[in-house]
């Protein structure tokens, strides 16, 4: 069974950057779409950026458009997100998601698989 790692959280001043990392444990990696999502306090969980296992399409909340880039490696059963230009409204528990279809993680509705989160602080 896949099991996904995050790490890379922090704190950040606004307008700095992180990189987050899932590793993903099991050899199906390659077949599965990745996702990251968010928490913060309060709130719902929110989508944020998905990668497709067929051909690397990409999508993106449109609030981290141009900011934030998702991208994965095969061969080390990993996904980044390369997050810029942080805001404070960007403070969230970042959650890393897999699943086989793309759409499941484009809704956020059950998804199969979740990492425990990593968080992100960002300040004035």
């Known amino acids: 069974q896949t099991q996904l790692v995050e790490s890379g959280g922090g704190s950040v001043q606004a307008g700095g950057s992180l990189r987050l990392s899932c590793a993903a444990s099991?050899?199906?990696?390659?077949?599965?779409?990745m996702g990251w999502f968010r928490q913060s306090p309060g709130k719902e969980r929110e989508f944020v950026a998905v990668?497709?296992?067929?051909?690397?399409?990409?999508y993106y909340r449109d609030s981290v458009k141009g900011r934030f880039t998702i991208s994965r490696d095969n061969a080390k059963s990993t996904v980044y997100l390369q997050m810029n230009n942080l805001e404070p409204e960007d403070t969230a528990v970042y959650y890393c998601?897999?699943?086989?279809?793309?759409?499941?993680?484009?809704?956020?509705?059950?998804?199969?698989?979740w990492g425990q989160g990593t968080q992100v602080t960002v300040s004035e």
């Open positions: 099991g050899r199906m990696f390659r077949y599965y779409s």
């Open positions: 990668i497709s296992w067929s051909d690397d399409s990409t």
């Open positions: 998601a897999a699943d086989r279809y793309t759409v499941a993680l484009k809704s956020g509705g059950n998804v199969e698989v």
